[in-house]
T-cell receptor, first 115, second 111 residues
């Protein structure tokens, strides 16, 4: 099992450019999520999904879109990059027990710089 | 604003000493998880607590969930250099709870 994979590992964008961060998991987990990590802020939830076709907003969704067409994939789209989106992005997945989110498995992260 | 608060933000420990990091929420949590992140790495799951007053141990690590399910603690005994990293708590509120992470406690261990 590869677990949770993310591509790319590093990315530099110019202000206004768009791009998609890829995330895939091979554990058949229902729950997938995207976080951004900034110094001193911990991890902040951007968007999450409880299954294929179902997505919802987290704490900081503005400027990002997601879709979940399959159980395995959960791409994050930056619509028009801004310097404030410079961050490390982590994708995570987990099983669910009823409405409880279980142990989250994190990908290795994408370091994004917007100039 | 952030509703899951962690203290302290930074902990400098001598090898062999004990320390505790605390996680406090302004609202009742349905469950709480703890993660460890090594420098340059990704968060790795340590434990999940669900029941009021629950205590779980993993070798030198003891995790506790408060009676009111609004706070939690992680106590590490006899700290080792391998304990270096940032420890995060993450709490969920309500049904289909979104996990909210605290800002983390960065632990530095000196030999």
């Amino acid at each position: 099992n590869a677990g949770v994979t993310q591509t790319p590992k590093f990315q530099v964008l110019k202000t206004g450019q768009s791009m998609t961060l890829q995330c895939a998991q091979d554990m058949n987990h229902e729950y997938m999520s995207w976080y951004r990590q900034d110094p001193g802020m911990g991890l902040r939830l951007i968007h999450y999904s409880v299954g294929a076709g179902i997505t919802d907003q987290g704490e900081v969704p503005n400027g990002y879109n997601v879709s979940r067409s399959t159980t395995e994939d959960f791409p994050l789209r930056l619509l028009s990059a801004a310097p404030s989106q410079t961050s490390v992005y982590f994708c995570a997945s987990s099983y669910m027990t009823g409405t409880l989110i279980g142990e989250q498995y994190f990908g290795p992260g994408t370091r994004l710089t917007v100039t | 604003g952030q509703q899951v608060m962690q203290i302290p933000q930074y902990q400098h420990v001598q090898e062999g000493e004990d320390f505790t990091t605390y996680c406090n929420s302004s609202t009742t949590l349905s469950n709480i998880q703890w993660y460890k992140q090594r420098p340059g790495g990704h968060p790795v799951f340590l434990i999940q607590l669900v029941k009021s007053g629950e205590v779980k141990k993993q070798k030198r690590l003891t995790f506790q969930f408060g009676e009111a399910k609004k706070n939690s603690s992680l106590h590490i005994t006899a700290t080792q250099t391998t304990d270096v990293g940032t420890y995060f708590c993450a709490g969920a509120r309500g049904s289909w709870g979104k996990l909210q992470f605290g800002a983390g406690t960065q632990v530095v261990v000196t030999p």
